[in-house]
């Protein structure tokens, strides 16, 4: 286990280090001046020129992505344009209220998509299986956002059982949570029933039954555990998705997550803070597939790097 944490790890440094390098390149592909964007229309020249000094905007562009690499590695992103505050206190504000809308969602569909992924595949073809496989069709086929709008406007507006929007009580948590991890319950269950179906046909399943173990035991501890390998690949991808891509769903809910934030610091033309947020989930993401790399070999000790 160890020697395949180091070797990810070292893996993904040539990653993050391209990452670095797109993040910083940011600020040079964007349109307009950000110094321009930060004092307004009507700042004199002089503001303009001082500004460009105290960026370091007028350096060479080697030294600058020095300075900016430097700062990373020490933890500091710099600072946002138009709050003047600095970037990691705004990602260590608002990623809390992502990882609690993420984990919520992936638990949810785990739960759910497992669940119905195990029970359809015990009985194929029968009315359970035929139902879940025509609803996990309707789940991968609507987008995220119509999922969001109508689940606002059935419990929201028209039972009024909860609320549409804001963060606080755990009544907040409900509808986003649903909506984002609606896919997932769909994607969930069916590779949980296709990978169900290929194990239960197994030679050691039917040597599990010759035994005497009884029906359920078969399930859970023989075939689920051996169909484990393509439901934690789902998982993982879903749950670093969630981290780093639930930028709809916070925004339709006005959640206050970090997803909301790139989207107002992009509104804004807050450049520094586009770029210190992508690559905070950039890393983000790294990590949740070195994670899924090691549920890999604990399900399955076989699997190496």
């Given at each position: 286990m160890l020697s395949l944490l180091a070797r990810r790890l070292l893996l993904s440094l040539p990653t993050l280090a391209g990452v670095l390098i797109v993040v910083f390149l940011l600020l040079y592909v964007a349109p307009g001046d950000p110094v321009q964007a930060m004092v307004g229309e009507r700042?004199?020249?002089?503001?303009?020129?001082?500004?460009?000094?105290?960026?370091?905007?007028?350096?060479?562009?080697?030294?600058?992505?020095?300075?900016?690499?430097?700062g990373v590695l020490q933890g500091d992103l710099g600072r946002s344009y138009v709050t003047n505050r600095p970037i990691i206190s705004d990602i260590a504000e608002r990623f809390p209220?992502?990882?609690l809308l993420a984990t919520a969602a992936m638990l949810l569909a785990t739960i759910s998509g497992v669940t119905i992924?195990?029970?359809?595949?015990?009985?194929?073809?029968?009315?359970?299986?035929?139902?879940?496989?025509a609803t996990t069709y309707l789940g991968i086929s609507f987008p995220v956002y119509w999922i969001g709008l109508l689940l606002i406007v059935l419990f929201a507006v028209t039972l009024r059982w909860l609320p549409a929007s804001g963060y606080g009580r755990i009544e907040f948590l409900i509808l986003p949570a649903l909506?984002?991890?609606?896919?997932?319950?769909?994607?969930?269950?069916?590779?949980t029933r296709s990978s169900m179906l290929e194990v239960l046909g197994a030679d050691?399943?039917?040597?599990?039954?010759?035994?005497?173990?009884?029906?359920?035991?078969?399930?859970?501890?023989?075939a689920l555990r051996n169909a484990l390998i393509?439901?934690?690949?789902?998982?993982?991808?879903?749950?670093?998705?969630?981290?780093t891509g639930s930028i709809l769903t916070e925004t339709i809910f006005s959640w206050p997550g970090i997803g909301r934030y790139v989207v107002m610091a992009i509104a804004r033309r807050d450049l520094p803070a586009v770029q210190g947020a992508v690559l905070f989930l950039s890393v983000v993401f790294v990590l949740v597939n070195l994670v899924t790399d090691l549920a890999y070999q604990k399900a399955d000790p076989r699997v190496r790097a």
């Open positions: 700042a004199d020249p002089a503001t303009i020129a001082r500004l460009r000094a105290e960026l370091r905007l007028d350096d060479p562009l080697p030294a600058q992505f020095f300075h900016y690499a430097s209220r992502t990882l992924g195990v029970l359809a595949a015990v009985r194929p073809n029968g009315w359970f299986d035929r139902l879940a496989l909506a984002l991890g609606s896919r997932s319950i769909a994607y969930l269950a069916r590779v050691f399943v039917r040597t599990a039954r010759a035994k005497g173990l009884t029906e359920s035991g078969v399930i859970i501890r023989h393509p439901v934690i690949t789902v998982i993982g991808l879903d749950f670093g998705a969630y981290l």
